[in-house]
């Protein structure tokens, strides 16, 4: 019986984690809502990880609208200290705050360039970039153009997008290909799934 080879990071006993890797991470992403999402979600992720994250996606998704970029820029300060007792999210001031400021941020880069997404991959020129990694301890931390995203972002009031989150979040909406050349998705080129 073959064995599926996975990324080495998925390629534990949680099914949550595999699904993930298997279905949606580096897969190109271009809708808004989904690309706002994961913009907040690695930011909530910074000092912990990623299956910490991923275990608590649907409550992130009902107490932020769904990601509704509208809405979730119109929430009050008292909307957002109510989250601050969820014991579903994570309960650090800066990352709840940080997800409305994101989203008056991308309402000003819609306006400005027409759509989130349009703004989000012109630092990929459109379109992914695929690597050829051996093994994850090739995969970097951040990259020049991670840092030239962290940068563009924080000067136009995003928060929580240094650039190893930046990298982290062009990883997850295949911005760029980083499954190692050995996993079966290296080579897929599907398009992700609205939900």
């Known amino acids: 019986m073959a064995v599926t080879k996975r990324c080495g990071w998925a390629s534990g006993d949680l099914d949550i984690m595999r699904e993930y890797h298997d279905t949606e991470w580096g897969v190109p992403l271009h809708d808004d809502r989904l690309l706002f999402e994961f913009l907040c979600l690695e930011g909530a ?31 009050k300060d008292r909307q957002l200290e109510k989250l601050l007792l969820d014991p579903g999210l994570i309960r650090n001031r ?4 940080s997800v409305r400021d994101n989203a008056q941020a991308s309402l000003e880069a819609i306006e400005e ?7 989000l991959w012109s630092f990929v020129g459109g379109k992914t970039i695929s690597n050829r990694w051996q093994g994850m301890g090739d995969v970097p931390a951040s990259t020049p ?12 009031g995003f928060r929580f997008v240094g650039t ?8 997850a909406t295949g911005m760029v290909n980083d499954h190692v050349v050995s996993c079966f998705r290296h080579r897929m080129r599907t398009v992700r799934r609205e939900e």
């Open 45 to 75: 992720q910074a000092g912990l990880s990623w299956r910490t994250v991923l275990l608590k996606r649907d409550n992130y998704r009902r107490a932020y609208h769904d990601f509704d970029i509208d809405k979730v820029a119109a929430m």
């Open 94 to 97: 800066l990352k709840i705050y």
């Open 113 to 119: 360039f027409g759509s989130l997404d349009a703004y």
């Open 145 to 156: 153009v991670s840092d030239r995203m962290s940068k563009a972002l924080k000067k136009r």
């Open 164 to 171: 190893t989150i930046c990298y982290a979040f062009m990883q």
